[in-house]
């Protein structure tokens, strides 16, 4: 095996199917048919990144139950839908960005760029989203999907049902929705879901769509124009390993929502966890400006809004507040 790089991910893959226990250097020559020397080069380069992996004599090897980097060797660990092709960066300006690059370059459907920080990660409007290194989860899934532009919705609320899932399957929490991309906590956002798409304007077709999720996963500090709106998906609950175990719950009930479409598998989860279905809101969408209250979503996921001049419409797009 002549690719350092391809070595070093090897060896961490072991590393993390045995976290906590110990891999033999010579274990490791034989098993990709290098020198130990080599073995203990990779480690070293382990070891600089920031993995916290132990060197103990006659033992060998071992990556710490307390590492909490994300790798691909971590995710996949966790991950029971084999499709996704993984990236993982230490820094990314934007994993949208990265990820609508590959497209244009032709990747593949669920092809996924993680990220530990983005520098420049936004949400909709170009609305900045905070990433802290370290803190939450950033990603990015390429979709290549079949449906109608017009069904693109789909996509961010299949994905906000496949957030809420994850983190309730790792907690004690209950998550819900706001309409139309926000997952929140006890009332204050832990996720923001960004979907970008490009079409074909001569079928009316998808050409490609990219999906980003942003979690907050245990950030206990926020700045001051976020801390009284935002939140954690864990805080003091978290645990190392639960950043990659989350990325990974995420995308498997992504995909499978996402393969149902058609059949609007998404739609009663995502209705039961709204938080704005009853409640007197403030509606800003294109040429809308005013307060209404939220009687249903349709079978679209439309809001049907009542407004205090006694109208009624549907919502397709734009921003409710709950909070005014």
Do not use: H
């Not at 409007?125 to 789909?154: D, I, K």
């Amino acid at each position: 095996m002549e690719n350092k790089e391809l070595l070093k991910n090897k060896i961490l893959e072991c590393l993390e199917s045995k976290r906590g226990g110990f891999c033999s250097g010579e274990e490791l020559a034989e098993l990709f048919s290098v020198s130990r020397s080599a073995v203990w080069k990779a480690v070293k380069n382990l070891k600089a990144e920031g993995y916290n992996v132990k060197s103990v004599t006659n033992r060998g090897y071992c990556l710490d139950t307390d590492n909490d980097l994300l790798s691909v060797a971590a995710i996949t660990n966790f991950l029971k839908n084999k499709e996704f092709s993984l990236q993982v960066l230490r820094s990314a300006t934007s994993t949208n960005d990265i990820v609508k690059k590959l497209a244009e370059s032709g990747a593949e459907e669920w092809t996924v760029v993680i990220s530990e920080e983005q520098t420049a990660g936004r949400g909709r409007y170009n609305r900045a989203f905070y990433s802290p290194s370290g803190e939450g989860v950033y990603f990015s899934v390429l979709l290549r999907p079949e449906f109608s532009a017009a069904e693109t919705l789909y996509i961010t609320t299949s994905a906000a049902v496949a957030v809420c899932e994850a983190i309730e399957s790792l907690s004690n929490k209950k998550a819900q929705i706001k309409w139309v991309n926000d997952v929140l906590i006890e009332g204050k956002k832990t996720c923001g879901i960004l979907t970008e798409a490009s079409f074909d304007v001569e079928n009316g077709k998808i050409k490609y769509a990219v999906v980003g999720i942003g979690i907050n996963v245990k950030q206990e500090l926020f700045p001051n124009e976020l801390k009284d709106i935002a939140t954690s998906a864990f805080g003091t609950e978290y645990r190392p390993g639960m950043r990659s175990e989350l990325i990974a719950a995420v995308l498997d009930k992504l995909k499978y929502y996402y393969d149902k479409i058609p059949q609007r598998a998404f739609f009663e989860e995502y209705k039961k966890r709204s938080v704005v279905i009853g409640k007197r809101v403030k509606v800003v969408s294109g040429n809308l400006n005013g307060y209404a209250q939220i009687i249903d979503l349709d079978e679209n996921c439309f809001l049907k809004a009542r407004f205090d001049d006694g109208s009624e419409r549907l919502l397709s797009s734009g921003e409710v507040s709950v909070k005014f």
